[in-house]
């Protein structure tokens, strides 16, 4: 059993966890803040309401992003079966690269719509985590499940995604409040 100390805006907390050493590897600095890690109940994600963008769509693909790959580390890192887990490998690679394309088109047309200053970039953002997908989906095809592919899939996801929603995607909103002020 490994412990993790989660540092807090009023100090750290110690979780005792069975949580693969890569994972935490990803865990690391602002992501720390933002991950409600409750091993104990099998939640690695909790969706929060200050994640919210305040655009219905977007809000909506994030909240089902975080609840798939929620589902999708909690099916690795359970008992079940290795059929159930390749079932899983092979349901999140295909959602992830139909559900992400579809959401990263909808938030640049959106970034588009109200002018965002900070398109370019996070377009680039957008295209390299594409890119990352579709890497790892073509070496799953290639070789099959290997564990140490799919852990570094799973933690890099999670991290992602969320670092993502709070560094990048909440900086949408702030844009969008400033514009409003100005006028
Ligand atoms: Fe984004």
Redesign the pocket.
């Known amino acids: 059993m490994q412990e993790y100390i989660k540092q807090t805006k009023t100090g750290s907390r110690k979780y005792k966890s069975f949580v693969r050493a890569d994972f935490l590897v990803e865990m690391t600095g602002r992501v720390c803040y933002h991950i409600d890690i409750i091993f104990k109940k099998e939640i690695v994600m909790i969706w929060k309401d200050k994640y919210r963008l305040g655009v219905a769509e977007i809000d909506k693909q994030h909240m089902e992003l975080f609840r798939r790959v929620n589902d999708f580390v909690v099916t690795l890192r359970s008992k079940g079966s290795w059929q159930e887990k390749v079932d899983k490998v092979n349901d999140t690679l295909q959602f992830m690269q139909e559900y992400v394309v579809i959401h990263?088109k909808a938030?640049e047309a959106y970034q588009l719509k109200i002018g965002y200053t900070g398109y370019e970039h996070?377009k680039k953002?957008?295209d390299d985590m594409v890119a990352y997908v579709t890497e790892v989906a073509e070496e799953y095809e290639r070789e099959g499940y290997k564990e140490e592919l799919i852990q570094r899939f799973a933690g890099k996801l999670l991290a992602w995604l969320i670092n993502?929603v709070v560094a990048?995607?909440l900086k949408i909103a702030q844009y969008t409040i400033h514009k409003e002020e100005q006028k």
């Open positions: 990263f938030e996070h953002l957008h993502h990048e995607d």
